[in-house]
């Protein structure tokens, strides 16, 4: 009688390792070798390039936050400083720049939305 997977692979734990994969295990409810080929199975590597890449792409989306941030504060300052509130008009035109910066990220973030969750 054949084996359905009739191929071994023997690998070695260090014992904290060991009890990781025990406790796993015993929460899991399963056997060892059904735990490991479903944690085979739904993994996701993800290679070099697209973790260059998904960085670039966070640095950039923080460097527009960052921007945002830091206009905020700056209105803040001169709003608590004066003791009023920006003009109507200047708040219309802020929501625009968030708008458009919300915009500008929008690409970026679906795209690293797609590459963290994609199975």
């Known amino acids: 009688m054949g084996r359905k997977r009739p191929?071994?692979?023997?690998?070695?734990?260090?014992?904290?390792?060991?009890?990781?994969?025990?406790?796993?295990l015993a929460e899991a409810g399963i056997d060892r070798n059904n735990y490991l080929v479903k944690l085979i199975k739904d993994s996701r590597i993800y290679p070099k390039d697209?973790?260059?890449m998904l960085n670039v792409q966070y640095?950039?989306?923080n460097r527009l936050l960052r921007g945002i941030a830091t206009n905020i504060n700056q209105?803040?300052?001169v709003a608590n400083a004066n003791h009023n509130t920006p003009a109507?008009?200047?708040l219309v035109d802020m929501h625009q720049e968030i708008r458009?910066?919300?915009n500008n990220l929008q690409?970026?973030?679906d795209e690293t939305r797609k590459d963290l969750w994609q199975s």
């Open 7 to 24: 191929i071994e692979y023997k690998f070695r734990l260090s014992q904290e390792e060991a009890k990781v994969l025990q406790s796993k």
């Open 100 to 102: 458009i910066l919300k």
């Open 75 to 77: 209105i803040a300052k």
């Open 59 to 61: 640095a950039i989306m």
């Open 107 to 109: 690409p970026l973030w």
């Open 50 to 52: 697209q973790l260059k």
């Open 88 to 90: 109507a008009a200047l």
